[in-house]
């Protein structure tokens, strides 16, 4: 069974860029979860998508945004890219039948210079 | 109160030694407690997670211990090996809100 697949590996942008980062849930997984993996501070949850819609969100602000398709896979797209957005970002899927188990992804590099 | 503070920061033990990285929260509405394993260049995976309702969850070499009133857990690595090197993270979560509150992290060593 393949497991949650994220694109890109790295990615290099400028300040006031924008960022799309992409997920594929593991097969059957219908819940798509995002996560900022900062320097020294642990796992900060961004977003959370089921069935096509957003049903959480963490504590971050606006220009962090995303989506998830017919197919389960996300998006996430990050506007106006500043120095501390650089981090690891990690997706995760789950079954939404109750069950927390999160399954990660080996995440998106994001630089920022 | 959505803290989980976690400790020590970083860890090293003696091949066949016991691990121990504990846990503590403040929200007593979490309802679920895994611990993540990470090795450097992947993500996170599911080591253990344990409820409310045990104070011990044991699989293999890894054991979780909880305890309620106090709001702490911990998790505890026996015969430590050095496979076993990697960041610990320990997490909490409310069932049904699917988000994850994580420590900050135990980068554990393990020396031959």
């Known amino acids: 069974e393949a497991g949650v697949t994220q694109s890109p590996t790295h990615l290099i942008k400028t300040r006031g860029q924008q960022a799309t980062l992409r997920c594929s849930p593991i097969s059957g997984h219908t819940s798509v979860y995002w996560y900022q993996q900062a320097l020294g501070l642990g796992l900060q949850f961004l977003l959370w998508?089921?069935?096509?819609?957003?049903?959480n969100r963490g504590n971050f602000p606006p220009r962090f945004s995303g989506r998830q398709f017919p197919n389960y896979s996300s998006e996430l797209n990050v506007n106006a890219l500043e120095l501390e957005d650089s981090a690891l970002y990690l997706c995760a899927s789950s079954l939404y039948t109750g069950t927390d188990t999160q399954y990660f992804g080996p995440g998106t590099r994001l630089t920022v210079l | 109160q959505q803290q989980v503070k976690q400790s020590p920061q970083s860890l090293i033990v003696q091949k066949g030694g016991i691990s121990i990285i504990n846990c503590a929260y403040e929200n007593t509405a979490f309802d679920y407690f895994p611990w993540y394993q990470q090795f450097p260049g992947k993500g996170p995976a599911l080591l253990i997670a344990i409820r409310p309702d045990v104070s011990e969850k044991k699989e293999g070499r890894f054991t979780i211990s909880f305890n309620k009133s106090a709001k702490q857990f911990s998790l505890h690595i026996m015969d430590s090996q050095p496979g076993d090197s990697a960041t610990y993270f320990c997490a909490a979560g409310f069932t049904g809100f699917q988000k994850l509150v994580f420590g900050t992290g135990t980068r554990l060593l393990v020396s031959p």
């Open positions: 998508y089921d069935e096509g819609e957003e049903r």
